[in-house]
């Protein structure tokens, strides 16, 4: 499954500035780790020590946030967009 | 390039020189000193960054404060800018147009105290403001950043009377504006923004679905400052003013326990943060205090979450009256939890049905409308006070964060005539009103 990562600004040191890259994985999980194969480091920025995606960091496949899907288990399917997003107070 | 979109962790391209940055003016952000993560503690430069490199935690201003005296804020404007020596904009702020929010007035409310069985109570009442929500305050200081950074435009996603503030501040200061509210909003917060700006845009979807795409839009278009997001910590320094008006007009001292709306959490936790660093300047004496956080129903996820006794915030889809508190994955909500629990408070909901209830009673027992977020914090107060939780014998404050007329439908259906009659005296008399 290919899709594509919309990269944000504090992560752009990892894709040399690139803000949407593609990767591969029929999961969240697995694209992850397909992203840290191609710009190694990038998964430790957005998962925590335990591995669980970090308190401040929003996670959308498509348009739906992964906390009200299956998390790190959501599927991805060919040719989704996965957005990676600062969680921002204040509206 | 924009220096708005300069992020400090963003690599030159090797081998060609980076160009000469044209950084902000110095003193452009008053006694700031750098942005911290609050989460892990890293620092960057001041600038439009909002999440920490390293975790993504929000990051926040931190300063080096001058000795500051009440006498030196005495003597400043009756408006956000006697406290700009605690806030990050430069020394001359007041020669840059902006709305000039703040010192809103301070109600003792002893028709709601007696009705309430509290013994001393105010009402903060923020729906004075010049677009009648305390949001004003919070975008004074974000156009002021903006300013310094030379964005192009200022814009921002929002429930409703952000957009009404972003807006209004923008046409005063000649910046164009772009506000983004979803679609389902009130008329009236419709209206008051669409008045002052050219550009409001609906979106369908709710807060999260709009507050994710201007996060978007605020990493590719250059030159925009979205007031809550790449210049959220500077916005969100604005909020400090209503703990230090609050405590001024006291006769400098903090109340016992205060009563505050939570959508993202921002303002309650900034007003904790306004209370402790005037402690820490000695400008009031160091004393507990209690912070309850108010939420509606329909969109409740920090109330549940302390309720529960865990620090793990379950996102909710909003389906409430309260509009304006309907953001259902609040950033800043962890840090209520931390606040609430830290001071020995609570953060409590109500249902929709007690929102329309508590806009009433306060109308009725003080004059003073509120909107329905304001509906849901004193509502709170009430279950608060019903439940024990709230011991009523300590001095309280409950802050009104914005105005009824802007959502007039919540309670259209409950008031109104009481009777249609004839223009004859007649008529009158039948009618029994008396
Ligand atoms: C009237 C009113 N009160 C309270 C809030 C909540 O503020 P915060 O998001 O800082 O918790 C908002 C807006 O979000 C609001 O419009
Ligand atoms: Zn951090």
Redesign the interface.
């Given at each position: 499954m290919s899709v594509s990562v919309?990269i944000?600004?504090?992560l752009?040191?990892y894709t040399g500035?690139e803000?949407e890259v593609s990767a591969e994985g029929d999961t969240l999980a697995a694209v992850l780790d397909d992203l840290d194969a191609s710009y190694a480091g990038i998964r430790a920025?957005?998962l925590d020590d335990a591995g669980a995606l970090?308190?401040?960091?929003?996670v959308?496949v498509g348009?739906d946030?992964v906390?009200?899907l299956e998390d790190l288990a959501t599927p991805t399917p060919d040719g989704v967009q996965i957005?990676v997003?600062?969680?921002?107070?204040?509206? | 390039m924009s220096t708005l979109l300069d992020d400090t962790t963003t690599p030159g391209t090797a081998g060609t020189p980076a160009p000469a940055k044209k950084g902000p003016r110095d003193g452009a952000f008053g006694n700031a000193r750098a942005l911290a993560c609050r989460e892990c503690g890293h620092e960057v430069e001041l600038g439009p960054s909002y999440a920490c490199p390293e975790c993504f935690g929000p990051l926040e201003v931190a300063y080096d404060f001058p000795a500051v005296t009440r006498e030196e804020i005495a003597a400043g404007p009756r408006n956000i800018w006697r406290y700009k020596a605690l806030l990050p904009v430069p020394t001359d702020i007041e020669q840059s147009p902006n709305t000039e929010p703040g010192f809103t007035r301070l109600l003792e409310a002893k028709n709601l105290a007696r009705e309430l069985g509290i013994d001393r109570l105010w009402v903060k009442d923020d729906s004075t403001n010049p677009t009648n929500s305390f949001k004003d305050r919070v975008v004074a200081c974000a156009l002021s950043a903006a300013r310094e950074l030379d964005a192009k435009v200022f814009a921002c996603p929002s429930t409703g009377n952000l957009a009404n503030a972003v807006a209004a501040a923008g046409a005063r200061a000649g910046i164009p504006t772009v506000v983004f509210i979803p679609s389902n909003l009130e008329t009236p917060k419709k209206v008051n923004s669409a008045v002052f700006t050219e550009k409001l845009v609906a979106v369908d979807g709710n807060y999260d679905d709009v507050n994710k795409l201007a996060s978007e839009i605020a990493g590719e278009e250059e030159g925009w400052a979205f007031v809550n997001v790449n210049v959220r910590p500077f916005y969100a320094e604005g909020s400090k003013t209503l703990g230090y008006e609050i405590a001024e007009q006291l006769g400098w001292r903090l109340p016992d326990q205060i009563v505050i709306p939570v959508a993202s959490g921002s303002q309650l936790t900034k007003v904790d943060k306004a209370f402790q660093e005037l402690i820490k300047l000695g400008l009031v004496e160091d004393k507990p205090y209690k912070v309850y956080g108010a939420q509606a129903a329909g969109c409740s996820p920090v109330s549940v979450a302390y309720k529960a006794g865990t620090d793990a915030i379950r996102p909710v889809k909003p389906d409430t009256i309260a509009k304006s508190l309907a953001i259902g994955n609040p950033a800043d909500g962890i840090y209520v939890l931390d606040v609430c629990r830290r001071t020995g408070g609570a953060v409590e909901d109500i249902t929709d049905d007690e929102v329309r209830d508590a806009i009433v009673l306060l109308a009725r027992t003080e004059g003073i409308f509120t909107e329905t977020a304001g509906g849901t914090t004193v509502g709170v107060l009430k279950k608060l006070v019903e439940s024990g939780q709230l011991d009523t014998s300590l001095e309280t404050v409950v802050i009104n964060t914005g105005h009824g007329l802007k959502t007039l439908d919540a309670i259209s259906d409950r008031v109104g005539p009481v009777a249609t009659i004839a223009p004859t005296y007649d008529a009158f008399a039948a009618s029994g009103i008396v």
């Amino acid at each position: 499954m290919s899709v594509s990562v919309r990269i944000p600004t504090i992560l752009r040191t990892y894709t040399g500035g690139e803000s949407e890259v593609s990767a591969e994985g029929d999961t969240l999980a697995a694209v992850l780790d397909d992203l840290d194969a191609s710009y190694a480091g990038i998964r430790a920025r957005i998962l925590d020590d335990a591995g669980a995606l970090r308190r401040f960091v929003n996670v959308y496949v498509g348009n739906d946030d992964v906390r009200f899907l299956e998390d790190l288990a959501t599927p991805t399917p060919d040719g989704v967009q996965i957005s990676v997003i600062p969680a921002v107070a204040g509206g | 390039m924009s220096t708005l979109l300069d992020d400090t962790t963003t690599p030159g391209t090797a081998g060609t020189p980076a160009p000469a940055k044209k950084g902000p003016r110095d003193g452009a952000f008053g006694n700031a000193r750098a942005l911290a993560c609050r989460e892990c503690g890293h620092e960057v430069e001041l600038g439009p960054s909002y999440a920490c490199p390293e975790c993504f935690g929000p990051l926040e201003v931190a300063y080096d404060f001058p000795a500051v005296t009440r006498e030196e804020i005495a003597a400043g404007p009756r408006n956000i800018w006697r406290y700009k020596a605690l806030l990050p904009v430069p020394t001359d702020i007041e020669q840059s147009p902006n709305t000039e929010p703040g010192f809103t007035r301070l109600l003792e409310a002893k028709n709601l105290a007696r009705e309430l069985g509290i013994d001393r109570l105010w009402v903060k009442d923020d729906s004075t403001n010049p677009t009648n929500s305390f949001k004003d305050r919070v975008v004074a200081c974000a156009l002021s950043a903006a300013r310094e950074l030379d964005a192009k435009v200022f814009a921002c996603p929002s429930t409703g009377n952000l957009a009404n503030a972003v807006a209004a501040a923008g046409a005063r200061a000649g910046i164009p504006t772009v506000v983004f509210i979803p679609s389902n909003l009130e008329t009236p917060k419709k209206v008051n923004s669409a008045v002052f700006t050219e550009k409001l845009v609906a979106v369908d979807g709710n807060y999260d679905d709009v507050n994710k795409l201007a996060s978007e839009i605020a990493g590719e278009e250059e030159g925009w400052a979205f007031v809550n997001v790449n210049v959220r910590p500077f916005y969100a320094e604005g909020s400090k003013t209503l703990g230090y008006e609050i405590a001024e007009q006291l006769g400098w001292r903090l109340p016992d326990q205060i009563v505050i709306p939570v959508a993202s959490g921002s303002q309650l936790t900034k007003v904790d943060k306004a209370f402790q660093e005037l402690i820490k300047l000695g400008l009031v004496e160091d004393k507990p205090y209690k912070v309850y956080g108010a939420q509606a129903a329909g969109c409740s996820p920090v109330s549940v979450a302390y309720k529960a006794g865990t620090d793990a915030i379950r996102p909710v889809k909003p389906d409430t009256i309260a509009k304006s508190l309907a953001i259902g994955n609040p950033a800043d909500g962890i840090y209520v939890l931390d606040v609430c629990r830290r001071t020995g408070g609570a953060v409590e909901d109500i249902t929709d049905d007690e929102v329309r209830d508590a806009i009433v009673l306060l109308a009725r027992t003080e004059g003073i409308f509120t909107e329905t977020a304001g509906g849901t914090t004193v509502g709170v107060l009430k279950k608060l006070v019903e439940s024990g939780q709230l011991d009523t014998s300590l001095e309280t404050v409950v802050i009104n964060t914005g105005h009824g007329l802007k959502t007039l439908d919540a309670i259209s259906d409950r008031v109104g005539p009481v009777a249609t009659i004839a223009p004859t005296y007649d008529a009158f008399a039948a009618s029994g009103i008396v």
